[in-house]
């Protein structure tokens, strides 16, 4: 195999990874977007769902697509390495967008 073809290949692979992952979020969140009780812990295991019990891993640009009534709770402790984008996030007066920290000690973002 090529190089520029190994390339490709690996360039589609990690994108049909990312739809598998926004679809089966989307599904579990209840909506066209990332809405409910969304959970990040820098110390979790990856390839968590996102629940308090399984969180997610790393600040993956998931905030473009939280949706009104949506609560971002990021766990104290550990350092977050990374970009943690916010764009285009639009709450409502009786639905706001929430992004909070949780547990003990200062959320730490470095990036």
Do not use: C, N, Y
């Not at 990856?46 to 009534?69: I, Q, R, Y």
């Not at 977050?80 to 000690?105: Q, S, W």
């Amino acid at each position: 195999m090529t190089q520029s073809k190994r390339s490709l290949w690996i360039a589609l692979t990690l994108i049909a990874a990312v739809a598998v992952f926004l679809a089966v979020r989307t599904k579990t969140a209840g909506g066209a977007g990332l809405g409910g009780e969304i959970w990040i812990d820098a110390s979790a295991q990856p390839g968590g769902d996102g629940t308090k019990d399984h969180p997610l891993a790393a600040l993956p640009d998931l905030t473009k697509g939280l949706t009104p009534g949506a609560v971002l709770h990021i766990r104290a402790g550990k350092p977050f390495v990374g970009d943690l984008v916010l764009m285009d996030l639009m709450g409502t007066a009786e639905k706001p967008i929430v992004i909070r920290g949780a547990g003990d000690g200062q959320v730490v973002l470095k990036g």
